[in-house]
T-cell receptor, first 112, second 120 residues
Framework: DAKTTQPNSMESNEEEPVHLPCNHSTISGTDYIHWYRQLPSQGPEYVIHGLTSNVNNRMASLAIAEDRKSSTLILHRATLRDAAVYYCILRARGGGYNKLIFGAGTRLAVHP | DARVTQTPRHKVTEMGQEVTMRCQPILGHNTVFWYRQTMMQGLELLAYFRNRAPLDDSGMPKDRFSAEMPDATLATLKIQPSEPRDSAVYFC??????????????????FGNGTRLTVT
């Protein structure tokens, strides 16, 4: 499975934008970039995913580099509820069984 | 919102006892994953089911762990006998796979809130 690299931790202030980086230099052409987050005492929850183009949804935006070797999850206005561990994961497109392999993720702290 | 339901939320047991964890996937989902999370190892994939058939259980210790799907609404993970090193949070997730081969589509996974297992 292709590997992703994320900073161990990041901090933000409430109401400010947060940019969470992810490097995936060995990504293949059939890999989707997925982001999940895990709030304290909960299971992981899906945030967003993309292939080549930037993506927006109600939770966040995903900016994907032109060479696809890196991506950035953008939280436009951080709230205290966004404090969580954020996981960047590569998941193959098609081919049937496409497991999600979680790394260590980035622990985001949000300060009031 | 539809949710994956896991029971029990907490389980404390003594070494050597049998433990059964249950998961109700989201109605209509045809894939089920079992993960284990510890501070040291993070989230580890234990097993994967599609249409109730086990397709991958390579992450699971075979001598004491077993996973089954008696029907489409129930997945179970059993540990017998349990050991202190099995103490962890066990998560179940479900998703939907449609299509075949290169044209298949895997939906995002929905996770339950886990079963926190403590083996003393």
């Amino acid at each position: 499975d292709a590997k992703t690299t994320q900073p161990n931790s990041m901090e933000s202030n409430e109401e400010e934008p947060v940019h969470l980086p992810c490097n995936h230099s060995t990504i293949s052409g059939t890999d989707y970039i997925h982001w999940y987050r895990q709030l304290p005492s909960q299971g992981p929850e899906y945030v967003i995913h993309g292939l080549t183009s930037n993506v927006n949804n109600r939770m966040a935006s995903l900016a994907i580099a032109e060479d696809r070797k890196s991506s950035t999850l953008i939280l436009h206005r951080a709230t205290l509820r966004d404090a969580a561990v954020y996981y960047c994961i590569l998941r193959a497109r098609g081919g049937g069984y496409n497991k999600l392999i979680f790394g260590a993720g980035t622990r985001l702290a949000v300060h009031p | 919102d539809a949710r994956v339901t896991q029971t029990p939320r907490h389980k404390v047991t003594e070494m050597g006892q049998e433990v059964t964890m249950r998961c109700q996937p989201i109605l209509g989902h045809n894939t089920v994953f079992w993960y284990r999370q510890t501070m040291m190892q993070g989230l580890e994939l234990l097993a994967y089911f599609r249409n109730r058939a086990p397709l991958d259980d390579s992450g699971m210790p075979k001598d004491r762990f077993s996973a089954e799907m008696p029907d489409a609404t129930l997945a179970t993970l059993k540990i017998q006998p349990s050991e202190p090193r099995d103490s962890a949070v066990y998560f179940c997730a479900s998703g939907l796979v449609t299509g075949t081969g290169a044209n298949s589509y895997n939906s995002p996974l929905h996770f339950g809130n886990g079963t926190r297992l403590t083996v003393t």
